[in-house]
């Protein structure tokens, strides 16, 4: 059974930095996209950041390019957010997804990933 596990969320103040991990068992973990999703309240779920397993296609929305990285470790199976000069506008649950992929392209929506997590708060104050 696929599990993901996120963690590593929390509070910081405008400017600082978070780094999100996401711990994935029960599956090859090849041939995957690995997506962080975030969702805010009253907002929709967007696709924060995606890569394919291997670490190839990374790829960001606009609202955080630069200031975000993906990137995995395939030896420990986990996947990670590193987010830096975080902004108010970036509070939201984070949560990470996964899908059986036969392409670099991870740039999906959110029904067409198969697998969650459970979701990890992020909350940047002002």
């Known amino acids: 059974q696929v599990q993901l596990v996120e963690s590593g969320g929390g509070s910081v103040q405008a400017g600082g930095s978070l780094r999100l991990s996401c711990a994935a068992s029960g599956y090859t973990y090849n041939n995957y996209c690995m997506g962080w999703f975030r969702q805010a309240p009253g907002k929709e779920r967007e696709l924060v950041a995606s890569?394919?397993?291997?670490?190839?296609?990374?790829t960001y929305v606009d609202s955080v390019k630069g200031r975000f990285t993906i990137s995995q470790d395939n030896a420990k199976r986990t996947l990670y957010l590193q987010m830096n000069s975080l902004k108010p506008e970036d509070t939201a649950m984070y949560y990470c997804?996964?899908?059986?992929?036969?392409?670099?392209?991870?740039?999906?929506?959110?029904?067409?990933?198969?697998?969650w997590g459970q979701g990890t708060q992020v909350t940047v104050s002002s």
């Open positions: 997804a996964a899908v059986r992929h036969s392409s670099w392209y991870c740039s999906l929506a959110s029904g067409e990933y198969d697998y």
């Open positions: 890569i394919y397993t291997g670490g190839r296609n990374p």
